[in-house]
C-alpha cells in the first residue's frame, strides 16, 4: 500500500517528467531555427524518453492501486543563448531530477515500501546516463569550441540518435 507522502512524490515526479519532456521539446525547437537539425533530433528522442519515464510511472501508481492528480506543468525555457547554454540546462535539469528521484527512494526506504524502492532503482541508474550523456555531450561542445567543421560533423552524429522504441522496432 503507497503512503499518502509517497503517492503525492510520484505525483509531482510524474508531472516533473512531463515538463522534462517539454522542455526538451522546446529546445529542440531552438535547433531547429538554427539549422541543426542533428541536435534538433537528439532533444527530441530526449523528450520521447522522457515521456516514457512519465508513463511508466503513471503505469506504476495506477498498478499500486494509486491514483494521478493531473495538474498543470510548468512552463520550460523558451529562449537559449548559445549551444552550450543549451546543454549547460539540460545538465543542471538532469542533476535536478537526480535529486528528486534520490528522496523518492530514500524515503521508500525509510517507509518500508519495498516495491516503490525498486521500482525506482531502474530510474536511480537512468539517471546516472542522463548526467553521463550530458556531461560528455558539453565535453565535446566546448572542445569544438566554434569551429563550424567539427559542429557540422557533431550535428551528423547526433542525427543518428534513435527512440528506444524505434531502435528496437529495427
Ligand atoms: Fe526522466
Ligand atoms: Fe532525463
Known sequence: MLSEKMQQLINDQYHRELFSANQYLAMSSYFLQEDLDGFANFFRVQAEEELMHAMKQFDYLHEVDGK??????????????????????????????????????????????????QFFQWFVMEQVEEESTMRTLIAKIKLIDGNKSALYLMNEELMKRKAEAEENAA
Open 68 to 117: 494521478i492528480e493531473h495538474g498543470p506543468i510548468d512552463s520550460p525555457s523558451n529562449t537559449f543563448g548559445s549551444l552550450l547554454e543549451v546543454f549547460e540546462e539540460a545538465y543542471k535539469h538532469e542533476q535536478l531530477i537526480t535529486k528528486h528521484i534520490h528522496e523518492i527512494v530514500k524515503v521508500a526506504m525509510q517507509e518500508g515500501d519495498f516495491a516503490t524502492h
